[in-house]
């Protein structure tokens, strides 16, 4: 795979500052892993500071002429873009797996819908609308103005190595702006290829940059930057609220994409095998590595037995393998770290009385596999459903009213996706008006499209990513008063 990708030419292992490909200026590098195997795919250069004001530099210079061409030009780069995604659908999808371990079906849909917010927003672009307001006085006349906030640091994370890329620089391209891409070091090659791509398509050299390596110095020297004016990141609560803080120095505008902790309600009255399907591929998708993974499946007792086997049954047949064998709907999860954490947290479980009903061990297969999991019995108390495993581990609670349901607890922390299933359209809307979350799937586990506003309440994020909103983030608004007139 990897030297049919290398003949592609997306197989790049360097850093892209002011478009060229380049090294660390110290020369030294990270290795690039599969998890399936363990084997070391590239090394790529472990960038810092200086690297990073580079890279901030070159997304400066370029973010004068990029804002200036005309909304047509940009769109038309973008949509030459996602031309070339779309016709490298395939390579990128195995560059996903063998990075990310993802089954290969699976990466080629991140593919398209990674690829789906690079044509959306080539649209958008165009139809950055200001604004004329009728004036108080006479002689005078109010217009708004909407301009690229400027150069924009975008921080994102593993589990979609193209599509968390593509949602923050399609919108901010298309606004005018120019990046800085730090995408995780576990991941960074897709990133590379779509940033080649781009190249490619005639994006501007320095319109998008991308540096990886040291994470913090990376972060520290986007956040101290006057010349950064925006930071948009998807990753960890806990990383999220450091870059809040630190983008107070210099008051820029933050976009946050961090942890949920996902409820799927399954009420009496819904359709069992809609139910079942939905909740596992809300679970299961990416082997339960997304933010919006099913993480708590609440189902009412009066379906709560027949839900258990139905569900358990669907999770015997999912397939576990290497993302490139035919078949497989689990994949790898992405380090040691993630099956610790997988570990611990059924540990806390079992000790306070849950019960595995299925899984709950490593994978035959040994490196990060893990079994898929269901555990039932479990209680508000336990790690499972107080925070967010990020891993193939469904566990099942029971309720007895739609009130309790509908105000489930950690109310006051995480908010972005949730899922309810009922056949009753007035609780269906009555459940989603109440649920204090970013997005509400209704009879369906798998919500996310361009089009439709993505993002959480509470401490799951700040802003919206994806759709006409998504352009918002990027722009400025500025009142212009016409004076004697
Ligand atoms: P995850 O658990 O999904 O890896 P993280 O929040 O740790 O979530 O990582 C998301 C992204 O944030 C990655 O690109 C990671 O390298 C980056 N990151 C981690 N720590 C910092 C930091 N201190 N400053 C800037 N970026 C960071």
Redesign the pocket.
């Known amino acids: 795979v990897a030297a049919q990708l290398r003949s592609s030419g997306l197989l790049q292992t360097q850093g892209l500052i002011g478009g060229k490909w380049t090294e660390a200026y110290d020369g030294k590098t990270i290795e690039v892993c599969n998890p399936a195997t363990g084997d070391v795919i590239a090394n790529v250069p472990c960038m810092g500071k200086r690297e990073t004001a580079d890279a901030i530099s070159s997304a400066y210079d370029t973010f004068k002429s990029w804002s200036k061409f005309t909304a047509t030009e940009r769109s038309k780069c973008l949509r030459k873009w996602y031309d070339l995604l779309i016709a490298h659908k395939d390579e990128l999808g195995k560059l996903i797996t063998l990075e990310q371990g993802k089954p290969l079906k699976e990466a080629v849909g991140e593919v398209s819908y990674g690829a789906s917010f690079i044509e959306f927003f080539a649209e958008e672009a165009k139809r950055v609308y200001g604004d004329v307001i009728p004036a108080t006085l006479a002689d005078r006349r109010i217009v708004v103005l909407k301009q690229p906030v400027g150069v924009v640091g975008a921080?994102?994370?593993?589990?979609f190595p193209l599509a968390m890329i593509t949602r923050k620089v399609g919108p901010a391209l298309a606004c005018g702006c120019t990046v800085v891409i730090?995408?995780?070091?576990l991941t960074p090659l897709t990133a590379l290829a779509a940033a080649e791509l781009s190249l490619q398509a005639g994006i501007p050299p320095g319109a998008i940059n991308v540096v990886m390596g040291n994470?913090?110095d990376?972060?520290e020297t986007l956040l101290e930057s006057p010349q950064v004016r925006k930071i948009t990141?998807t990753?960890?609560t806990?990383?999220g609220k450091?870059?809040m803080a630190g983008a107070a120095a210099t008051v820029k505008k933050v976009s946050l994409e961090l942890g949920g902790n996902a409820p799927c309600i399954v009420f009496d009255d819904a359709d069992l095998d809609v139910a079942v399907k939905g909740s596992l591929a809300a679970k299961f998708r990416n082997s339960g590595q997304t933010c919006v993974c099913a993480n708590r499946i609440i189902v009412q007792e009066g379906i709560y037995e027949k839900f258990l086997n139905a569900f358990s049954a669907a999770v015997r047949n999912l397939q576990v393998g290497n993302g490139f064998t035919e078949g497989v709907a689990q994949g790898p999860l992405i380090n040691e770290a993630a099956v610790q954490k997988v570990e611990a947290f059924l540990q806390d479980a079992t000790s306070k009385g849950a019960k595995i009903q299925l899984g709950g061990q490593r994978h035959s297969l040994g490196m990060t596999f893990y079994e898929p999991t269901v555990v039932s019995n479990v209680n508000s108390e336990m790690l499972l459903s107080r925070e967010e495993v990020f891993g193939p581990v469904a566990p099942i609670l029971c309720f007895k009213t739609e009130e309790e349901a509908s105000c489930p607890f950690f109310v006051q922390y995480s908010g972005l996706a949730a899922y309810i299933f009922t056949n009753n359209v007035q609780r269906s809307w009555r459940v989603s008006e109440a649920l204090e979350y970013g997005l509400v799937g209704v009879n369906e586990g798998l919500i996310s499209t361009e089009v439709a506003p993505f993002g959480g309440v509470k401490q799951s994020g700040l802003g919206r990513e994806g759709s006409k909103y998504g352009m918002d983030e990027y722009l400025e608004m500025k009142y212009v008063c016409l004076g004697n007139m």
């Open positions: 921080i994102t994370p593993w589990n730090k995408p995780s070091e994470a913090s990376i972060g990141f990753g960890s806990a990383v450091k870059l």
